[in-house]
């Protein structure tokens, strides 16, 4: 592989010969993090030229108006073999494109544990830290719906809520769930309480609807239509900027060091049809590729552990060891229910419901340590089908069964794993491995709490006795063996995060160790898992990095 690429290498470096432009500054990556860093860091008064590359294509207008699961934007990154999961492998979805991964997830929008950041995170992010940066980025639709509807009050709304951002976050659609969903919430408020307002952090327990990034046609009509709200929508759309350059397909290959200076970086050489092109940098490169390219990268570039370095014949420029550890993935299980009446299907996360618990298995934990989300059929089956072994006698069962699906997330599992490249070829996918071979009695308990809630509400509550039939999925499958049904079932809950973490990989400042004029901003920086969804904090998160970044250079 690695001959080929040198050849192949070779002959377009003589062909074409290089093409240098210089730059402020490089954002490598135009996804979820890269986006807001390419938007701030060009905006005026600074004007700073930018060039961000992406190595996937420029969006399609359609998939603004929901969500691309095709898989045609797939780079299939798989784990290896796991051992806890009987040798099979996790998959991966990311998004290779302008947009990033926010343009096929879930959009769910919700803030982290207060509790959890000032516990876990690095001084400087803490949540009084972060939070100012939580309310810069978003226009949330408290500002426009009525108290009686949201059940939000003024006073919260303006104590947890931006207006000015540029993301917006709409509302769940209360009018068009149905029945059955609305008594669900209805009897889980009598057991663990419902939440108007899960990222008021004072109030981060019990069941929800949730709340998405989406752009509502109409923002005081709480049935608007909405298109999808990736950061690339939020901040760059439409915007055009002399000073900004974005490339779509485009792929970096490494950082460039100075000659002399050797730990100096001094820009990026990236493939652009066919063509090598060096791009030089005055000030920085942002890192921006994910928790996958992002420590790949890096490592293609000399800097991670020597030890991984050294033997693929990489020249060590740094020896982080930081680099490519502390893969931390949400454990994902899924479970069904017939249903004695059919859940329409709404858009994709905009019927979900969801629960934010305590297993209270973790004594240190004083937050949520699970989430369990309700979906109808539509998302599971097109996503995860074909991994889960989620039963194709269901899916396809004729006349449809109507049914219901839970989510249970192991939000903060103590399973750690790594990233690692294979090969000098910027081509070849790295080695993923989620560290899910041994999992811990309280990795195993977690979920199983999360499975017995369901199971419970299922069948002792009021709303389980009128609305389930019966459990379907692992049901009495595997022999009625909920260990066999974790091991054969069990898979990514797509919030990898943590692959150059903050603190360790980089300094505070995100500024990655052992080398200089290189920072990060995608999900590689979380320090540890949240006990929600990634992406709320990773945009307050780059809000505040493109802040110290102006700082730095003011
Ligand atoms: C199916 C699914 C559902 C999800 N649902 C939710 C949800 O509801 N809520 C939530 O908060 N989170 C959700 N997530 C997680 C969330 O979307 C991601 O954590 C987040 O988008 C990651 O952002 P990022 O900036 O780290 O990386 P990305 O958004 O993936 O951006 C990385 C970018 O770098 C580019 N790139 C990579 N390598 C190179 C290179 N060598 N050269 C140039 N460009 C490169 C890629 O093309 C990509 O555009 C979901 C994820 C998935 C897959």
Redesign the pocket.
């Known amino acids: 592989m690695y001959s080929g690429f040198l050849i192949a290498f070779c002959y377009i470096y003589v062909t074409y010969g290089l093409t240098t432009q210089e730059y402020d500054f490089i954002v490598?990556?135009?996804?979820?993090?890269?986006s807001i860093m390419a938007a701030r860091l060009s905006e005026p008064p600074n004007n700073w030229t930018v060039l961000a590359?992406?190595?996937?294509a420029a969006p399609h207008p359609q998939q603004q108006q929901d969500d691309d699961l095709s898989g045609l934007?797939d780079?299939n990154y798989f784990s290896i073999a796991q051992n806890y999961l009987l040798n099979r492998l996790v998959r991966?979805?990311?998004?290779?494109?302008?947009?990033?991964?926010?343009m096929?997830?879930?959009?769910?929008?919700?803030a982290p544990s207060r509790n959890l950041l000032d516990q876990l995170w690095p001084d400087g992010w803490k949540w009084n830290d972060l939070f100012p940066y939580m309310l810069k980025m978003q226009n949330h639709y408290c500002y426009y719906l009525p108290s009686a509807l949201t059940g939000i009050t003024e006073e919260d709304c303006k104590l947890w809520h931006g207006q000015s951002g540029p993301v917006d976050i709409a509302p769940p659609l209360y009018n068009q769930m149905p029945e059955l969903l609305h008594e669900m919430m209805k009897e889980c408020d009598q057991n663990v309480g419902f939440m108007n307002d899960y990222d008021n952090p004072n109030k981060q327990y019990g069941c929800y609807f949730q709340q998405?990034?989406r752009s509502p046609l109409n923002r005081s009509d709480p049935d608007s239509p909405t298109v999808r709200e990736s950061t690339w929508h939020a901040y760059l759309d439409g915007i055009s900027r002399t000073n900004l350059q974005i490339l779509d397909s485009?792929?970096?290959?490494k950082l460039i060091f100075d000659e002399n200076e050797t730990t100096e970086c001094i820009g990026v050489l990236?493939e652009y049809k066919g063509n090598i092109y060096k791009a030089l940098v005055k000030k920085e490169v942002i890192l921006?590729?994910?928790?996958?390219?992002?420590p790949?990268?890096l490592q293609l570039s000399g800097v991670g552990p020597k030890e991984w370095l050294e033997p693929l014949g990489v020249p060590v420029v740094a020896d982080n060891s930081y680099v490519g550890q502390n893969l931390i993935d949400q454990m994902a299980l899924y479970m069904a229910f017939e249903t004695t009446e059919d859940i329409p299907s709404l858009p994709w996360?905009a019927d979900t419901s969801g629960w934010l618990l305590n297993s209270g298995l973790n004594k240190n934990n004083n937050w949520t340590d699970i989430q369990i989300y309700s979906y109808s059929k539509y998302p599971v089956l097109t996503?995860d089908f074909p991994i889960t072994g989620y039963d194709p006698v269901l899916a396809y069962s004729q006349p449809p069964i109507s049914f219901i699906t839970f989510l249970v997330f192991n939000t903060q599992p103590d399973a750690r794993g790594q990233i690692k490249i294979q090969s000098l070829s910027?081509y070849d996918r790295p080695q993923i491995d989620h560290g899910w071979h041994e999992l811990t009695e309280y990795d195993i308990s977690n979920l199983q709490y999360g499975v017995n809630f369901i199971r419970n509400m299922s069948t002792n509550t009021n709303w389980g006795k009128k609305y389930i039939k019966k459990e379907l999925y692992p049901g009495n499958r595997y022999d009625g063996s909920d260990d066999l049904h974790r091991r054969l079932n069990m898979c990514s809950a797509?919030?990898?995060?943590g692959t150059c973490s903050i603190g360790k990989c980089t300094d505070n400042q995100a500024r990655v160790i052992g080398i200089q004029n290189v920072r990060v901003?995608?999900?590689?920086l979380f320090p540890t898992q949240l006990n929600?969804?990634?992406?709320?904090t990773?945009y307050s998160m780059c809000e505040k990095v493109a802040d110290l970044v102006k700082s730095q250079y003011a």
Not at 28 to 34: D, I, N
Not at 53 to 56: F, S
Not at 288 to 294: H, K, L, P
Not at 494 to 497: D, G, I, L, M, N
């Open positions: 490598v990556g135009v996804g979820s993090g890269g590359l992406d190595r996937g934007h780079p991966n979805p990311r998004y290779y494109g302008i947009g990033g991964t926010a096929i997830n879930g959009m769910t929008a919700v998405q990034f485009a792929t970096v290959l990236y921006s590729a994910g928790v996958f390219d992002t790949k990268l996360g996503l910027p797509y919030h990898q995060a901003c995608d999900v590689s929600v969804n990634p992406t709320y990773l």
